[in-house]
């Protein structure tokens, strides 16, 4: 399908809009900019320009850009208007009836589910969606949406019994096996593995052997925190005594706000014995002394002045799995995280004195991990052993 060319005073509306993304591209690292500056309003860039004002924290912004532009990119394609604020409530339901479909219904019912011609106008737009929605990218998307409405000064209709009535039928309808961000928990005995193949005095392996004990050792860190983290959010610590040997170097990592915290607060967390030695060892080899803790390494071995992308953390977690004979389909930064609270749970470290560390806000998830490793050894599962 072709489609007609930009009138010279869309092209023009565009490129502003471009601009005005670029003034917050600091805070807001928007990968696809110019397709953004043509799916989004001139109302939902200034609402992006009055989150960052208000501090909202950037990975939260990424999201709500991201889920932002889908979804006018949807309401074009559905309807031929972008997005209605607020929206009605039967266009609330129909963003789940094209979303949260049955695939043997399709098969037998080619109008169920998203129309073929907003399929196409979506791939069109660069976005995959011959398949069903994940019931949880649904509810976020309208989660952001609910939020975007609510900072217009508009009330929405997102918890209308007709919409969480419509969400819960269309789930049931279509059941998933709910799958955690990464299969396999790194605990320590894959940690050991995986820092196995990090031998080498090599910068490659030195960095990776810090980002995998750093990660791991500060409470599992998510890997946008790894990725931003910056030389002046270190402190040394006094060395913490040990009943036999030398005393163990510490530090602590000043987390500033992250995800689970507020504004106002800065979170804290302390790294202890061989993960500061290998973190220090890395920032001596790669001549670091102020800046981001974790660059980029080009092929001749020379170190970016720039910080890593939070998805190279990702990518190392799965190449170091790999190189570990292991299968890198399992395993992910948040494996990091899962694994340090399963790790906790095995060698019986109290619950509340892991989420100090891992800042975890829930206790119901964090006790989850808990919950399984006391299963896996109880008493009920080795009925036969």
């Known amino acids: 399908m072709n489609r007609p060319a930009p009138s010279k005073a869309v092209s023009s509306s565009i490129e502003r809009r471009a601009g005005e993304l670029d003034t917050i591209a600091a805070v807001l690292p928007i990968d696809r900019r110019d397709k953004l500056a043509e799916l989004l309003t001139d109302q939902d860039v200034e609402t992006l320009r009055h989150l960052v004002n208000e501090g909202m924290g950037d990975n939260s912004l990424r999201a709500l850009a991201s ?41 037998t019912d080619p109008d169920h589910g998203m129309p073929p011609q907003v399929e196409l106008d979506l791939r069109l737009a660069g976005y995959h969606v011959a398949k069903p929605h994940a019931p949880a990218t649904v509810q976020r998307r309208l989660a952001s949406w609910s939020t ?13 019994p007709a919409v969480k009535s419509a969400i819960r039928l269309a789930v049931r309808a279509t059941p998933r096996k709910r799958r955690r961000k990464s ?3 790194v605990t320590g ?13 090599a910068l ?5 052997r810090a980002i ?24 040394v610590e006094q060395p913490v005594p040990v009943e036999e040997g030398p005393s163990l170097p510490s ?19 302390y790294l202890t014995g061989r993960p500061v030695d290998a973190l220090n060892a890395w920032l001596a080899a790669a001549k670091i002394d102020s800046g981001s803790v974790f660059r980029g390494i080009d092929r001749w071995g020379n170190v970016s002045r720039r910080a890593l992308d939070p998805k190279a953390i990702n990518d190392i977690v799965k190449l170091r799995a790999r190189m570990a004979g292991l299968d890198p389909s399992e395993f992910s930064a948040h494996g990091l995280r899962s694994g340090y609270l399963t790790e906790a749970a095995n060698r019986g470290v109290p619950l509340p004195e892991a989420m100090e560390q891992s800042r975890h806000r829930s206790v119901q998830q964090a006790s989850s991990y808990y919950n399984n490793a006391t299963r896996r050894s109880g008493k009920a599962a080795r009925l036969l052993s």
């Open 67 to 107: 889920d932002l532009a889908y979804l006018e990119a949807w309401a074009t394609a559905a309807t031929g208007s972008p997005l209605p604020w607020p929206a009605p409530e039967a266009f609330l339901l129909k963003f789940v009836a094209h979303h949260l479909w049955d695939p043997n219904r399709r098969q």
């Open 189 to 201: 005995d894959v940690l050991a593995k995986m820092l196995a193949t990090c031998a080498s005095p």
């Open 212 to 235: 995998l004990m750093l990660g791991f050792a500060s409470g599992g860190r998510r890997r946008s925190e790894i990725a931003g983290l910056r030389k002046e959010q270190l402190t």
């Open 148 to 160: 975007l409405t609510k900072w217009r000064g508009l009330d929405g209709l997102f918890t209308s």
């Open 251 to 269: 530090l602590s990592i000043h987390l500033g706000r992250t995800k689970t915290s507020s504004m106002d607060e800065d979170e804290i967390v």
């Open 183 to 185: 299969a396999g928990a």
């Open 204 to 208: 490659r392996d030195l960095r990776d």
